[in-house]
């Protein structure tokens, strides 16, 4: 049986004036209105179509893929707000979807996004939003690994840092001190699990961790000192995090710990106004 709120792979029945008839099974026939309609598209072939209920609460199909579909966490805009019912999002269909009044987790106004979950109202079987994020998420312990890398979406801001939720399952932190510029809500970013907790909560950060970071970026720097004309660049251990952020890409931590290494190694040699090839290096 087909579901709502989700893009199913539909049989079609027959054609009529309003568009094609595709087989619901147990929900009946649902119609996929003309302007999502090709020549295509046959009686008995099947297609891929997006089931939701329209302004009259009929099932209706579409071809367009929305956004994000039932159990899908999202950053929508906001198109416009009916004091009465709620906030409409722009979720990439004809019709907005509803985020209710009793489903806000703080203000809300239009042109702002708002993070949300896409759910389907069991009362009324319509898809509908909740900003009510923590009560949605899997409080079970997380099995991430140290390291892996995982997609993060930004939700909530705390003194430390920004909430964000990871591969959309849990939730985890990303700390303020650890990123090169600060965020907004509804960032969407790659990260990676942090150090392990022994209380279950998850430490995230923009960085690899280890020498899967560290290593090409000091081999990145060795090799930029080679090419410059007196083997020096103007970038140290006192630069501000934005200026190595903008020249390298990378954190001043990242950024300290690689030319740590080179020094170590013996590569290099820090100075009060930059890097320079040691000696040996540069012969």
């Known amino acids: 049986m087909p579901y709502v709120g989700e893009t199913n792979l539909l049989t079609i029945l027959h054609k009529a004036s ?9 929900m009946g026939q649902i119609l996929l209105p003309n302007q999502y309609c090709t020549p295509l598209m046959v009686p008995g072939g099947v ?8 302004s009259e609460d009929r099932l209706v199909a579409t071809t367009k893929r929305p ?9 929508l805009e906001v198109v416009s707000i009916n004091p009465r019912m709620g906030a409409f999002l722009d979720w990439g269909l ?27 109202d069991e009362r009324t079987d319509r898809v509908v939003a909740t900003a009510r ?10 099995e991430f690994a140290s390291g892996q890398a995982v997609n993060l979406l930004v939700f909530g801001e705390t003194p430390l840092g920004y909430k964000a939720i990871v591969d959309q399952t849990h939730t985890g932190l990303l700390y303020r001190s650890d990123l090169p510029e600060p965020l907004t809500i509804g960032d969407q970013l790659r990260g990676f699990i942090g150090r392990e907790r022994f209380d279950g909560k998850i430490d995230l950060t923009v960085h690899e961790a280890g020498y899967q970071r560290i290593e090409p970026l000091a ?13 020096f660049l103007p970038y140290h251990d006192k630069s501000p995090p ?3 952020q903008r020249e390298f890409g990378v954190s001043k931590k990242a950024f300290k710990q690689a030319i740590g290494g080179l020094f170590r190694e013996r590569k290099i040699r820090i100075e009060a106004d930059g890097i320079r090839l040691s000696s040996r290096q540069a012969d």
């Open 18 to 26: 309003p568009g094609i008839y595709l087989d619901g099974e147990d």
């Open 242 to 244: 934005a200026e190595i």
């Open 67 to 75: 956004l994000a579909q039932v159990g899908d966490f999202a950053a």
């Open 94 to 120: 004809d019709k907005d979807l509803l985020l209710p009044n009793r489903e806000w987790a703080g203000e809300v106004a239009v042109g702002a996004k708002v993070v949300v979950l896409v759910r389907l």
């Open 133 to 142: 994020i923590d009560r949605h998420l899997d409080g079970t312990e997380p």
């Open 47 to 54: 297609i891929d179509a997006f089931v939701y209920r329209d």
């Open 219 to 231: 081999d990145r720097i060795h090799q930029l000192l080679k090419r410059s004309a007196d083997g």
